[in-house]
């Protein structure tokens, strides 16, 4: 019965594991993402440089020479692994992996300006780029998260628990 | 034309391109694998512990009480994040992407002792959990891959380039 021991290793969330997912996710500069490929339904994990929303939805700056972003307007499907991992042991440290949906923001939108903003407030060095033809912003639109916060402390985390 | 783009940032491949590739992928600790859920077809990402077999194939230790296990037994395509974002940009570090399928290695089997024996010989806190009766080594059979040697520089990279 592997669906029954998969939830036994699923803590109830408390305060703390939110607030770990929340600050994980509002740090992060850059993350993990995985899309579906085209065609193929091949799974694809590449990194992209990654900011929040003012509601702490996850948004990324990328490229439409990138592979993952042919992926993305294919199918917005995506799942973003964002915590990195220190000294000692990789799994001891904590990480998000967050289930979302990802929209293209027009370009010269209100919302486009407003990202752009915040994005460059985090992570000045992308203004080498974040004005290229090519690049775009996506919103990721959080369906539900799992926080792994540490070998054997796992949370089944819901968007009500990360967006505000 | 999309594609005709997209093949004009892809360099050709170099000794210097393999190489590099090929450090990235032997020095992991850690990586990003990105899964597909069954059932639903999302991809997931979540972060894995790898070593290498002799070959340089990469081999990960994963729990059948993680998500990423179910998703590889129901389907073994899966792709493989290696490399670290540092300082400054993230984007400019260099990464690879790796396609790979992934076999379960029989327990106890002389494969399973050898690649026990590489793993915890990298990583060695990995003991505490590596002999638990949930866990399991996989062995990643790369396909193809993917390079991204820092901003702008892409490689298009096939298995024999990477596996000895």
Redesign the interface.
């Known amino acids: 019965m ?1 669906d029954d ?2 939830r036994d ?1 699923i803590l109830d969330t408390t305060g703390d594991a939110v607030q770990l997912a929340k600050t994980l996710i509002r740090s992060a ?2 993350a ?5 490929e085209p065609g193929t ?7 992209v ?1 990654v900011s929040t929303d003012v509601d702490g939805a996850p948004i990324i700056l990328i490229s ?2 990138a ?1 993952h972003t ?1 992926a993305l307007l294919a199918d917005p ?5 964002v ?3 220190g000294k ?5 440290h904590p ?1 998000v ?1 967050i ?1 979302c949906e990802a929209r293209e923001v027009e370009r010269d939108s209100d919302e486009h300006m407003r990202l752009d903003a915040r994005y460059l407030a985090q ?1 000045p ?2 203004q ?2 974040s004005g290229l033809g090519d690049f775009r912003y996506f919103r990721l639109e959080p369906k539900s998260a ?1 926080l ?1 916060a540490g ?1 054997g402390r796992a949370y089944a985390l819901k968007r009500e628990d990360i967006i505000d």
Chains 1, 2 share one sequence.
Request: some cysteine; aromatic content about 8%.
């Open positions: 592997p021991k998969k290793v500069q850059s993990s993402i995985a899309t579906i339904g091949w799974p694809i994990a590449t990194r440089g439409r020479l592979v042919g499907r995506c799942s973003l692994l915590g990195y991992p000692g042991d990789p799994l001891a990480r992996s289930q992570q060095k992308a080498l780029y799992s792994n070998f």
